[in-house]
């Protein structure tokens, strides 16, 4: 085999396209661990709710929205034509603070980022006087939270 198509691994020759292969497949783990955490994080903040209802009621309106899974392209299909968008962040409290309607949360693990189709709903979000943020900890999501239910309302 010519140099171009094989690449010598822990004194193994393997194929450019099965070290392709393999590299693609350790990239997907890293992903899913991601993701793992990511559905962690957000277990912690809805634990977190749970027990502190009382002293903010309005945590009860808190929902996730499942919309950053992995899933097949004819479910994805079926999804999108049901209305399923791109890009609207993971959770939503809908309890008007200050001059915001409410808090959109999007939660993303280090070092993933948004994408466009966040930063551009995190702007309409914006432009229609919703609170809308990036939150990388499920302690920073809770701290946010707190924050914006301490502001009074206003609208």
Not at 34 to 60: A, G, H, I, M, T
Not at 99 to 113: A, D, F
Not at 133 to 148: G, L, M, P, R, W
Request: charged content about 25%; proline content about 5%.
């Amino acid at each position: 085999m010519s140099e171009i198509t094989t690449k010598e691994i822990k004194g193994l020759r393997v194929t450019l396209a099965d070290y392709k292969k393999m590299l693609s497949q350790e990239q997907e783990k890293v992903k899913t661990k991601r993701k793992d955490l990511e559905f962690q994080e957000q277990c912690k903040v809805f634990e977190w709710v749970k027990y502190n209802k009382v002293k903010y009621p309005e945590l009860s309106l808190l929902f996730a929205i499942p919309n950053g899974e992995y899933r097949n392209k004819i479910t994805a299909a079926k999804l999108q034509l049901s209305g399923v968008k791109s890009g609207v962040f993971d959770m939503f409290l809908p309890v008007p603070r200050g001059y915001s309607h409410g808090l959109w949360i999007e939660l993303k693990i280090k070092p993933n980022k948004p994408t466009k189709a966040q930063l551009a709903w995190q702007l309409d979000m914006t432009l229609h006087n919703y609170m809308a943020i990036f939150c990388y900890s499920a302690d920073e999501v809770i701290s946010q939270i707190i924050s914006y239910l301490d502001y009074p309302a206003i609208l």
